[in-house]
């Protein structure tokens, strides 16, 4: 496809290119004390790149979608740990719901969320936000919801700087999402954009043994 005219060239080899090629943007904002939270599974290979280039360890932030009743594929919310349920009110508004008729889908959620938060991670807590420069990494922005719902728990945690490190993101989307930050790392933001993996060589559908896997591999210089 060739270069998208943020000197980035497209399609990304895989996640981990995208990621080694993110880093160094990331690195370059001089971060202090930071910590990586990849929301997964997507974002997990490309939050590890980073983490091993800023030698500092990385963990999950859990998301879950919030679909819309009888059409789940029509994200109308999402729901991260720690966090509250973050809605598209406008998108809410034009298919004539409330949020309370959302309530049996967020709690299913909830409990998929808490599922996920034990799979990954068992009794152990996210490290402690309060204070500290946080990089939330995804392996792309399509409508923004899981990654808008994460900033606002990471906020919600204390954190005193907030970071949205993505290879790729719709322009739109991107656009939408640049106050929910401090910084915005987006390699591209092409305006002709369907879905993240077609800016990808390679976009397997990863794993819960993926994303532990790359966890619990060493990734500190």
Request: some cysteine.
């Amino acid at each position: 496809m060739g270069s998208n005219g943020h000197g980035v060239r497209l399609p990304f080899t895989d996640r981990a290119e995208a990621g080694r090629v993110l880093a160094e943007r990331v690195a370059a904002l001089g971060l202090t004390d930071p910590v990586v939270l990849a929301l997964p599974r997507g974002g997990v290979p490309v939050a590890h790149e980073i983490a091993e280039r800023l030698g500092v360890p990385f963990d999950v932030l859990v998301t879950r979608k919030i679909g819309c009743p009888g059409q789940p594929e029509l994200g109308v919310g999402a729901i991260a740990e720690g966090g509250e349920p973050v809605f598209d009110a406008d998108l809410l508004r034009r298919l004539g719901l409330t949020e309370r008729d959302l309530d049996p889908t967020t709690t299913r959620e909830r409990a998929e969320l808490a599922r996920r938060i034990t799979a990954y991670r068992g009794d152990r807590a996210l490290p402690p936000l309060k204070g500290r420069d946080v990089v939330v990494v995804d392996d792309g922005l399509a409508t923004g919801g899981t990654a808008r719902a994460a900033l606002a728990a990471v906020r919600g945690e204390g954190a005193a700087r907030v970071v949205l490190a993505v290879p790729v993101g719709a322009a739109q989307t991107v656009w939408e999402l640049s106050s929910a930050a401090d910084d915005l790392m987006v390699l591209a933001a092409p305006s002709a954009f369907r879905a993240v993996g077609q800016w990808y060589q390679h976009f397997d559908q990863l794993t819960d043994e993926d994303v532990l896997t790359l966890l619990h591999a060493p990734h500190m210089r």
